[in-house]
C-alpha cells in the first residue's frame, strides 16, 4: 500500500502542551490526516514494516519530530497498535515552500 499525502509534517513540538493536553494544531492536523488518509481495510496481520518520506521545506527541520505524531494517526486510522511494527525507515527530503508532503508505505514485515 502507498500513500501519498499533500501536507507538511507536523513536529512533536507542536502537538502537546505539556505531558497531557493535545495542542489545537495537532487537533487540527489529526483531524485532517484522518480524513485524507484512504478509507481502506487494513489487512496486515503480524509484524508490519512503516516507510515514511518526509517532505521539508526547511534543511534544519528535524526527521523525528513528526515520526510519532505520523504513527498516532495511522494507528488510529486502521486499527493496529505500534508494537506491530518492526521496521520503520525514514527518509527527509527537502522540497519548496507549500509542497511539503508525506508519503507512507505499509508492508508486511
Do not use: H
Request: a positive charge; aromatic letters at 12%; proline letters at 4%.
Amino acid at each position: 500500500m502507498v500513500i501519498n499525502l499533500d501536507v507538511k509534517p507536523l513536529s512533536v513540538n507542536q502537538c502537546w502542551q505539556g505531558r497531557r493536553f493535545k495542542t489545537k494544531a495537532y487537533k487540527q492536523y489529526e483531524k485532517a490526516l484522518l480524513l485524507l488518509l484512504p478509507d481502506i481495510e487494513f489487512t496486515y496481520q503480524g509484524n508490519i514494516e512503516i516507510n515514511i518520506v518526509f517532505g521539508f521545506s526547511s534543511k534544519t527541520a528535524d526527521i523525528d519530530n513528526p515520526l510519532k505524531p505520523v504513527l498516532d494517526i495511522l494507528q488510529k486510522k486502521y486499527g493496529f497498535n505500534d508494537r506491530s511494527v518492526y521496521r520503520l525507515m525514514v527518509e527527509k527530503v527537502i522540497t519548496k515552500k507549500k509542497e511539503e508532503f508525506i508519503n507512507i508505505q505499509i508492508n508486511n514485515y
